[in-house]
């Protein structure tokens, strides 16, 4: 159950993050609504994975997909490019949310 906790949590912060652009900041009423009710979610749903599994790997897991997520939000849906750099940075990114989960399992 605290991994569906945690995909709840990333799917809530990707769509939070998503909307920060549409609140203009935060001066468009609806979008930040709807924005701080999906950070809400997120943090939320966060603090119920964590009581199962340890905090750094839930945060790598939260922080590090999310991340990959929103770049590629960016470029489906905003127009922004991708570049070598990026593509580098996000697979930097997963491999080491990947290690740490590794490292973490065998820890147990």
Sequence with gaps: MAYIFLSIAIASEIAATSLLKFTEGFTRLWATLACLAMYGIAFFMLSLAVRDIPVGVAYAL????????????GAVFLGEPITLVKVLGISLIVAGVLVLNLGGASAH
């Design 62 to 73: 939260w922080s590090g997909l999310g991340t990959a997520a929103i770049v590629a939000v």
